[in-house]
């Protein structure tokens, strides 16, 4: 794809957390800078498009992007940064068109339209019009059929994929699609009903399956195990007995809970929690994170893997009593010395948090993206790239 002196419309994820008006991580930023920079380099005038958040196709101040194009004019000097205080309206447009070679313009926040969450046609032939060739660089929004991700590529004579979106695949689909053996999956958070579609898929290809987190406590429950007054999902119960017994049938090993930090509330402080063997978790307490031998067992499992996928902590990671099983496996697959794999979310937080962010593999920039590509759902944004 020929750049030079050509406007490229770049389809990047810069959703980054804000606190207090500030951002508070800029992880998504960086991820995103290979592609504009490379861009910028051959010649091209960029125009970036983002969402953040969730304005549900109204303005809110509060969800602009203005911060992260101060933060990009940071990481880019001297290349030219401008920002649009709209998406296809006139300063958008005038901005556009008069961009030169190596400059990169950042529009406000695409959600704020209210035709890009539901593909409109309309909204995706404005945004054509303010460049000439398409790169697709979010993954984090590759599974959203939303007019700038799967409604706007095919407008274009020309549609590519960026260096983000490009190792996304290499690991997901590549390295987990093809794993080296032995492959083991460490799945955690709340809800189960997130997961289920990966575990389905994963139970194919995985050898070992340790699961934590709140989800842990449904799986439980279907074993005929004593929760307390732990998360469960009581209408998965069945759902979770399939799936464990498909895992087993496949010969996969699967770990769960043996022993857990339990305490009457969630804002219990250290001295309130203790921890509880499998079978002995109080009726009036619940768990919210898993126990030391718990802890033992899955980073065993980890020394022993040579492909590692993991998505969603063992406890509730934000409360600092709670977060000990979740910074334990996080260092326990830093140290490992398989290929690893984080799809996304609060495990992200959570290798950072433990200091080992440098030692993961691959960090994904889209918790739900990973997640539905390893379930095998539609991905809108890649099948239109593939189409094209």
Not at 145 to 163: D, E, I, K, N, R
Not at 216 to 226: H, M, P, S, V, W
Request: neutral net charge; glycine residues 10%.
């Amino acid at each position: 794809m020929e750049v030079a002196e050509r406007r490229v419309f770049v389809r990047v994820d810069l959703n980054v957390p804000m606190e207090g008006g500030a951002i508070a991580d800029d992880t998504r930023i960086l991820s995103a800078l290979p592609t504009l920079k490379y861009l910028m380099e051959k010649g091209a005038a960029v125009v970036a498009c983002s969402h953040m958040g969730r304005p549900k196709g109204k303005v809110v101040p509060d969800l602009s992007l203005a911060p992260v194009a101060a933060r990009l004019r940071e990481l880019l000097l001297p290349r030219e940064v401008l920002f649009a205080s709209d998406v296809v309206g006139p300063d958008a447009m005038a901005r556009a068109a008069a961009l030169g070679p190596g400059e990169l313009l950042l529009l406000e926040n695409v959600r704020f339209e209210p035709g890009e969450t539901n593909g409109d046609p309309a909204l995706a032939s404005s945004l054509r019009k303010l460049s000439d060739l398409y790169v697709s660089d979010a993954f984090g929004a590759v599974h959203r059929a939303h007019a700038s991700v799967s409604t706007l590529p095919p407008l274009f004579p020309q549609a590519g994929a960026g260096f983000l979106l490009m190792k996304e695949l290499d690991y997901l689909e590549g390295k987990l699609g093809d794993p080296v053996k032995p492959y083991s999956a460490f799945l955690g958070g709340a809800k189960v009903r997130d997961k289920i579609p990966v575990l389905k898929n994963m139970v194919h290809k995985i050898d070992n399956l340790c699961i934590g987190g709140a989800m842990a406590y449904t799986f439980l429950l279907a074993e005929g195990r004593n929760t307390g007054r732990s998360l469960v999902e009581r209408d998965l119960v069945q759902a979770c007995r399939d799936i464990l017994l498909a895992a087993r049938n496949r010969g996969v090993a699967v770990f769960l809970p043996t022993d857990h930090r339990v305490a009457a509330s969630i804002d219990s402080g250290e001295d309130s929690t203790r921890v509880a063997d499998l079978d002995h978790v109080p009726d009036d307490l619940s768990a919210f994170d898993i126990g030391p031998t718990t802890s033992h067992t899955f980073a065993d499992v980890a020394a022993r893997s040579k492909t590692i996928f993991w998505n969603g902590p063992m406890g509730v990671f934000e409360k600092r009593p709670f977060a000990r099983g979740t910074l334990e496996l996080a260092r326990a697959i830093a140290k490992s010395d398989a290929v690893s794999v984080i799809g996304g979310g609060d495990s992200v937080s959570a290798v950072h948090t433990a200091g080992v962010a440098g030692r993961i593999s691959h960090i994904s920039t889209g918790g739900g993206a990973s997640l539905a590509l390893l379930a095998g759902d539609p991905l809108p944004g890649l099948d239109v790239l593939t189409r094209a």
